[in-house]
């Protein structure tokens, strides 16, 4: 039986693109926790036995719509502030990627890329500790989901 291939923590991230070089994807520094949540939306409707209207009915269910969202919370690194109030401030989606494998890995590397909304954005502080960071993403229409074909 052979091994698994497995991937590190630090290599599931959120990506943005930067606003002075289209089509460069830029991961803020900082977050050290990411997690990706699809979710898929349904219509339910309970089907009778036309057999036995007695019998307990089996739902079936009809996809509507599908959604996308990550979060991302660390450590707030100065040279990240930027780049995250103004993915927030904006009224408009910016084009992000999430990363799966580093975006050199051309063997086991993957990410979705789409237009997102930087949902939440959040700063605290503690005495005696850094200021941390906690920042939510939703997609703005489809995610693509590619593997990775060649480096950044």
């Known amino acids: ?5 497995t991937y590190s923590g630090t290599v599931v991230a959120i ?3 930067d606003p002075e070089n289209e089509g460069d994807f830029l991961r ?3 977050l050290t926790s990411h997690t990706v949540t699809f979710t898929k939306n349904m219509q339910e409707v309970q089907v009778p036995d036309c057999d036995d209207y007695d019998a307990a009915s089996w739902i079936e269910r ?7 969202g990550a979060n991302g919370s660390g450590v707030l690194a100065a040279e990240a502030l930027p780049s995250w109030w103004d993915a927030f401030n904006s009224t408009e989606s910016i084009n992000a990627r999430v990363y799966v494998g580093k975006p050199d890995n051309t ?15 959040e700063v605290t502080g503690e005495r005696g ?3 941390q960071t906690t920042v939510s993403v939703v997609s703005d229409g489809e995610m693509v989901f590619t ?5 950044p």
Do not use: R
Not at 107 to 121: D, I, L
């Open 1 to 5: 039986m052979a091994k698994a291939v």
């Open 15 to 17: 990506f943005l693109e």
């Open 28 to 30: 803020p520094c900082g």
């Open 62 to 68: 009809g996809v509507e719509s599908l959604d996308f």
């Open 107 to 121: 063997t086991n590397g993957y990410f979705w890329a789409g237009k997102v909304h930087v949902s939440q954005f």
């Open 129 to 131: 500790n850094k200021a």
């Open 147 to 151: 593997k990775i074909a060649t480096g």
